[in-house]
C-alpha cells in the first residue's frame, strides 16, 4: 500500500475520538514510522538576510549570537542539505509525519514579517524531498524568543491543524495516531491543564509519546533546570508531571541539548524513557557516535557536580540558576530510579519505527543512508 492509499483511505475513517482527520494520515494506523531532525537552527551564509534590525542586549548577547549565526551558517552551506535530502532518501509507504523537535530557527530577528520569513524559508528547506509527508514541529526557545512567538504561532497553527486534522489553537496539544497518543509540551510556557488532561485522556493508549524540545528532566550539562515547570515555585507541577509519565510507561522525544541521549527511570510507579535527538551537525566528526557515558551511576557528575556555583546564570532571559546545593539537590532527585545513561557525542537523522512489538530507533550519523546504530526504547 502506497502513502498515498494509505492517507486517502483516512477520508471515511474517525480513529481516536477524532472524527474530521483531513486526509492526512496522523489520526490512524497501527505500525508506522517517524522521521525524526533534531534542532535544525536553519539559517543563511548572509546573516543579514534574517537578523537585520535585531538588537541585542548587550556586548556578551551580541558575541554570543553571532558565534551561532556563523555556526548555523557554515552548517547550511552544505551538511545540512546533504543531512534532510539523507533522510528524505529514507523515507518509508508507511511513514506518518515528519517531526522535527524544536529551535526550527536561529531566531534573533526584528519584527514578524523576518519571523514569519524565517520560518517559511527553513519550512521549505527541513522538508525538500518529503514531498506531502505531513510536517510537525513543538516550540523551541529559539524559534520565540526576541518576539517570535506570535509568528510562530500565526505560521505553524494552521500547519499543525491540517497535519492532525483538527484546530490547533496552542502550543501544547495532543492527538492519536492510531492506538498510540502523541502529547506536545511548549517546555517555556506548558499549559498545565491542557498537558494534565492529555495525560489523563492517555490512560488507554497503546504507547504515550510526549514532544518537547527541551528535555523534561534535568540534564547532566548546561541549562539543567531548563524544563517543563523548571522554576522552583513550579516544583509541585514538576513533580506531578513525573509521576503522571511514569504511570503511563511514557516515552518522550526532545532535542536542545545537541547530543545524542537516552535515559531511563524505573520503579513501583512504571517507567519513564527518554530519547534525546541532535541534528546540529556542527563539525563532521560527529557522524559517527563517540560514546561520552554509559553508567548510570555517573548522572550528575559529568557536568553539573564540576561546574555550577552560586552565581547567576541566565537562559535567555527565562531562568537563574539557583544555589549549589539547591542544584543538586534537584539532579539528585532524578538519580533515584535511574537505570539506562547513554550519551553521545553525534549529530544525524534517526526514524522511530512503533509497532505492536516494540519502539525503537535508527540513528543516521551525518547524512548517512544506513542506520550507525539502532536503539531499543519498549
Not at 531548563?226 to 506531578?240: D, S, Y
Amino acid at each position: 500500500m502506497t502513502r498515498r492509499e494509505f492517507v486517502g483511505g483516512l477520508g471515511v475513517l474517525a480513529v481516536g475520538g477524532c472524527a474530521d482527520c483531513g486526509g492526512f494520515g496522523v489520526c490512524s494506523g497501527g505500525d508506522y514510522e517517524v522521521p525524526m531532525l533534531g534542532d535544525t537552527h536553519f539559517d543563511e551564509t548572509e546573516w543579514g538576510k534574517y537578523h537585520v534590525g535585531w538588537k541585542p542586549r548587550d556586548d556578551r548577547d551580541a558575541g554570543g549570537r553571532r558565534t551561532e549565526f556563523a555556526r548555523n551558517s557554515e552548517m547550511w552551506k552544505d551538511r545540512m542539505p546533504a543531512l534532510i535530502a539523507s533522510a528524505a532518501a529514507c523515507s518509508r509507504p508507511d511513514d506518518a509525519f515528519l517531526l522535527q523537535l524544536g529551535d526550527f530557527i536561529q531566531g534573533d530577528c526584528a519584527g514578524d514579517a523576518a519571523y514569519t520569513r524565517f520560518f517559511g524559508d527553513a519550512f521549505a528547506a527541513c522538508r525538500k524531498g518529503f514531498g506531502d509527508l505531513p510536517f510537525l514541529t513543538v516550540v523551541g526557545n529559539h524559534d520565540v524568543r526576541n518576539g517570535g512567538r506570535k509568528p510562530y504561532c500565526d505560521f505553524f497553527f494552521p500547519v499543525f491543524s491540517r497535519a492532525v486534522g483538527r484546530r490547533v489553537d496552542s502550543t501544547t496539544f495532543d492527538f492519536r495516531k492510531g492506538p498510540d497518543a502523541w502529547i506536545f509540551v511548549d517546555f517555556l510556557k506548558p499549559d498545565a491543564d491542557r498537558l494534565f488532561a492529555a495525560l489523563d485522556a492517555a490512560r488507554d493508549a497503546r504507547y504515550v509519546f510526549i514532544v518537547s524540545h527541551s528535555p523534561v528532566t534535568p540534564t547532566d550539562g548546561w541549562g539543567f533546570f531548563w524544563i517543563p515547570f523548571g522554576k522552583p515555585e513550579e516544583t509541585a507541577l514538576r513533580r506531578r508531571l513525573r509521576e503522571k509519565m511514569m504511570r503511563l510507561d511514557a516515552i518522550v522525544l526532545c532535542g536542545h541539548t545537541h547530543v545524542t541521549e537516552i535515559n531511563e527511570w524505573r520503579d513501583g510507579r512504571g517507567r519513564l524513557t527518554q530519547f534525546t535527538a541532535n541534528s546540529v551537525w556542527r563539525n563532521p566528526a560527529l557522524a559517527k557516535p563517540a560514546l561520552i557515558t554509559d553508567d548510570p551511576a555517573s548522572w550528575g557528575k559529568l557536568w553539573v557536580e564540576k561546574n555550577v556555583t552560586d552565581a547567576p546564570v541566565e537562559h535567555d532571559g527565562e531562568y537563574t540558576t539557583r544555589t549549589r546545593s539547591e542544584s543538586l539537590a534537584l539532579v539528585g532527585e532524578y538519580a533515584e530510579g535511574l537505570v539506562r545513561y547513554e550519551k553521545y557525542a553525534a549529530a544525524g537523522h534517526y526514524r522511530l519505527k512503533v509497532s505492536g512489538s516494540g519502539v525503537s530507533v535508527d540513528f543516521y550519523g551525518g547524512d548517512a543512508r544506513i542506520p550507525s546504530v539502532t536503539y531499543t526504547l519498549r
